[in-house]
């Protein structure tokens, strides 16, 4: 079932990359939610332990498919009341590094500001990607993604109840 | 300080009384409380520089020459578990020869702290141990007086370090008062000690801060802010029949709490659907053993019971569907910062841990299913606040009936502590 390692060109990676984020500023989660496999991660470590592993540490978010997709279904909800109205967001990606393939997993390094406007107050994220990217059906798809914020803590942005 | 419209009581003229007003059947805080900056001047000397204030815990410094970095009360202080004493200190982050912080990053193990401007250094104990060419300075100087300040007084309690700027403050314990009993059950339903877990949840809130310390402690909110909360529950298998049902206690000196049965489960040994078929045994495990120790009436309350405790003036200690242990300062009328952090039992099941932190982010998490719509809700009010028209916010709830879970009795007894402080004349600002 696991298909062998393919090389990608950067543009590929970016393709995807870039459409991750117009999904998100667009807010069409449900296409956002196709983007990922069934096995995916999605996680944001706390702000004072950048390398918190979820299984172990207090991190602020740890999502696996099945809570990804709640997530989405609270976001779309008029209930998420800190997302309703929803922010304005702008996702910006870049320096984008592909990395070697690990066994079919192709990591990929990006950096990134999210402009996140709602209520009268910006508010900005900034940090880097680590996503584990894979093929499937002919497709890239996200298997992992971990988002490092940069801010020494969260209270700048007060929450996170966007997805970065 | 702007006067009242319609002071309750025209004999009435302390501050505490003129923004607090308690009637037979009717409880109301001015809004002036959470919006005027005199009031929040007049809150740092009277409360926060005379009340016992959370510091950090044990954990954090388990190892000689460990240390954190905190701002408690406002001021950043740093705690250390000293190398010789084996004590935790903590101390004015401030060195005693100009000023500079001599405490430099959030955490750490160090043998010295060493100012970096002109290198006066100090051991893990407090004492100047180097003063770069000392033959500059007379014979007769009292090095000893220039060792590191420590904070009036350091307590702790099962692990909780607490500090107060005011000399004359009661114990510890006997401030804790009934807060005490309830630390300890939350904490003897531990099979071991009890540790913070890595990682801090460092946010903020544009609102006053007194409007946490209600949120942290209302069943009330509950359903209608959390319905997306609840929601997630019922898709991962949980029984919302159960509700919310309990009681609320007044715990004395301002503390309160909250105990009653929710349908979530609890790591303590409450099993949930969500907590998965695998975890069962474990959780099961837990509860045959609590019994075993306490007897099945204290075992209910530990396993079963959720508990949301304030301890005056900042700090919660949430033993619900996690245990967090939260605390957080006014930086503004209108603004708050928060440190929050997960409590767990030392060498904890790896699985039952896991569903720990899951509980924690889900729910207390500022990433989560509804701490974000907390932080929504307190802001709204902030921003109702500045609508002016409405002078008063009601927390009548329940007075006249025994204080069930999803009343206010718990909120007035913040607020009757609260009027007590403000009321007081006699307290100055501590140095």
Same mark, same amino acid.
Request: hydrophobic share 35%; glycine share 8%; net charge negative.
């Given at each position: ?41 999605? %996680? ?17 978010? &740890? ?83 971990? %988002? ?10 007060? &929450? ?5 | ?22 009637? =037979? ?14 009031? $929040? ?64 990053? !959030? ?20 004492? $100047? ?11 007769? +100087?009292?090095? !000893? ?26 114990? @510890? ?13 939350? @904490? ?84 949930? =659907? @969500? ?14 053993? +609590? ?13 079963? +019971? ?16 996690? +245990? ?32 720990? @932190? ?74």
């Amino acid at each position: 079932m696991t298909a062998p390692p393919r090389t990608v060109t950067r543009a590929e990676v970016e393709d995807l990359l870039f459409h991750e984020a117009e999904l998100l500023d667009e807010w069409d989660l449900d296409t956002w939610l196709t983007l990922y496999t069934e096995d995916s991660h999605y %996680v944001v470590p706390a702000t004072d332990t950048p390398d918190g592993n979820p299984a172990t540490d207090l991190v602020l978010i &740890d999502d696996d498919r099945l809570r990804m997709r709640l997530r989405v279904e609270r976001l779309n909800s008029r209930k998420a009341h800190r997302e309703y109205p929803h922010s304005r967001l702008r996702h910006l990606v870049s320096n984008v590094r592909v990395r070697e393939p690990e066994g079919d997993e192709i990591p990929v390094r990006a950096n990134f500001v999210v402009w996140r406007a709602r209520n009268g107050k910006d508010v900005t994220f900034v940090g880097s990607y680590e996503y584990r990217l894979v093929h499937r059906d002919g497709e890239l798809r996200i298997r992992g993604k971990r %988002v490092m914020l940069d801010m020494t803590s969260l209270r700048p942005a007060n &929450d996170v109840a966007i997805i970065l | 300080m702007t006067l009242l419209n319609d002071p309750p009581d025209s004999l009435i003229t302390g501050t505490g009384s003129r923004l607090v007003a308690e009637e =037979p059947e009717r409880f109301r805080v001015h809004r002036d409380a959470m919006t005027s900056p005199d009031i $929040l001047t007049d809150e740092q000397r009277k409360i926060f520089d005379h009340n016992w204030l959370y510091v950090g815990h044990e954990s954090e410094v388990a190892e000689p020459g460990d240390y954190v970095r905190r701002k408690v009360g406002g001021r950043p202080l740093f705690m250390v578990r000293g190398a010789k004493s084996k004590q935790i200190n903590v101390f004015h982050n401030s060195c005693t020869h100009r000023g500079a912080v001599v405490c430099r990053q !959030d955490q750490g193990n160090a043998k010295v702290f060493q100012c970096f401007y002109h290198a006066w250094t100090f051991d893990s104990e407090g004492k $100047l141990s180097g003063v770069p060419d000392r033959d500059a300075y007379g014979g007769t +100087l009292d090095w !000893d007086a220039l060792r590191l300040k420590q904070v009036a007084r350091v307590e702790s309690y099962r692990g909780f370090v607490f500090c107060c700027y005011d000399p004359d403050v009661v114990g @510890l314990e006997e401030y804790l008062a009934g807060a005490k009993d309830y630390l300890d059950l939350i @904490l003897d339903a531990a099979p071991t000690d009890m540790e913070i877990v890595r990682g801090t949840n460092e946010y903020g809130m544009d609102a006053n801060w007194k409007l946490l310390v209600e949120n942290s402690i209302d069943g009330y909110h509950a359903v209608s802010t959390h319905d997306t909360y609840f929601k997630y529950l019922v898709a991962l298998g949980t029984d919302l029949s159960v509700g919310v049902k309990g009681t609320a206690h007044d715990l004395g000196n301002g503390h309160a709490v909250l105990e009653y049965e929710a349908p979530w489960g609890r790591p303590v040994a409450k099993w949930e =659907p @969500l907590f998965g078929e695998d975890a069962k045994p474990s959780v099961e495990g837990l509860r045959n053993s +609590l019994v075993e120790r306490f007897g099945e009436e204290r075992a209910h309350r530990m396993a079963d +019971l959720n508990r949301n405790m304030l301890i005056y003036p900042n700090l919660v200690v949430n033993d619900i569907m996690a +245990l967090t242990v939260r605390t957080f300062m006014p930086t503004a009328p209108n603004r708050m910062e928060i440190s929050a952090w997960e409590m767990a039992p030392r060498e904890e099941q790896p699985d039952v841990r896991q569903r720990r @932190l899951d509980s924690f982010l889900t729910f207390l998490g500022p990433g989560g299913f509804a701490t974000p719509d907390d932080i929504e809700a307190l802001e709204s009010c902030q921003q109702g606040f500045s609508s002016g028209g409405v002078e008063w916010n009601d927390i009548s709830r329940g007075m006249t009936r025994e204080p069930e879970a999803n009343d206010e009795a718990q909120m007035r007894a913040f607020w009757r502590r609260w009027r007590e402080d403000m009321n007081r004349d006699d307290l100055g600002a501590m140095r």
